[in-house]
């Protein structure tokens, strides 16, 4: 039986978002959030969703995944489009400003996530913190603890998906002994997620411990050593692109 992989980590793959320096693919990351905020709607936004279409396409990563990691935000989502349609004080109606509004903001965190999810399928977290002490590397000299920075933040990453897999695993094990989470109402299926919570944290601590414990055990220090080189002419490439591809969204 096939493991199903969790939502926001790496994919093995030879795509052309995979031969990117990790470097690259942070800049762009950074480009392409800020252009997702900043697009003026509508043809801003229609040109940021192009980017994203073409970023899912260079890393060959479904459209359906980026649904999939939208689930758990799918009834904020919902009800803030609703609460922002729905007039009830004053003149009870329908508001298309209040519609629209909302709208564009989903869409601007559609984009952001999926943007999000083609770094993450595309790029390890070895790399990520690599790419994050290489780029800080000039705040070092202003005191600024670069390596420790990069250290978190690929650590932070790496815990997503491990999170995810520990939720499942526990799940898979209270329906192995009987439990059944999704049946039932609502307000059963919130309660049973309290039986999933505890061990979760129960097992995101122990995994803290053993890690800290592997760092120490290695005399970890702080200090990172990168051994990044130049940047390729595709890196270049892909940056010079993708600061085109940003103001074309935020000026039209």
């Known amino acids: 039986m096939r493991k199903r992989r969790a939502i926001g980590s790496f994919v093995p793959g030879d795509t052309l978002a995979h031969r990117l320096d990790a470097r690259t693919k942070v800049l762009c990351l950074l480009v392409a959030s800020i252009a997702s905020f900043a697009a003026a709607p509508p043809a801003g936004l229609a040109v940021a969703a192009a980017g994203l279409v073409a970023a899912l396409a260079a890393s060959r990563t479904s459209p359906l995944r980026v649904l999939l990691a939208l689930r758990p935000a799918l009834l904020v989502l919902g009800f803030s489009l609703l609460a922002n349609t729905v007039v009830l004080v004053g003149q009870p109606g329908v508001s298309v400003d209040g519609f629209l509004r909302t709208a564009q903001a989903i869409v601007r965190i559609v984009l952001v996530v999926g943007f999000v999810l083609v770094f993450s399928a ?74 999933v919570l505890v061990p979760l944290v129960v097992s995101l601590f122990r995994r803290a411990d053993e890690l800290g414990r592997a760092m120490e055990d290695r005399c970890y220090t702080g200090e990172q050593t990168s051994l990044a080189g130049p940047l390729a002419a595709r890196d270049w490439l892909a940056l010079i692109l993708t600061a085109a591809w940003a103001a074309l969204a935020v000026l039209l």
């Open 122 to 195: 595309t790029t390890m977290p070895p790399a990520i913190a690599d790419a994050l002490a290489s780029l800080m590397r000039p705040l070092a000299r202003l005191g600024v603890p670069v390596g420790d920075i990069s250290t978190m933040a690929s650590i932070a990453l790496r815990f997503i998906p491990l999170t995810a897999e520990e939720v499942l695993r526990i799940r898979s094990a209270q329906r192995a002994r009987g439990a059944r989470p999704d049946e039932g109402g609502v307000l059963r299926r919130v309660t049973s997620w309290g039986q």
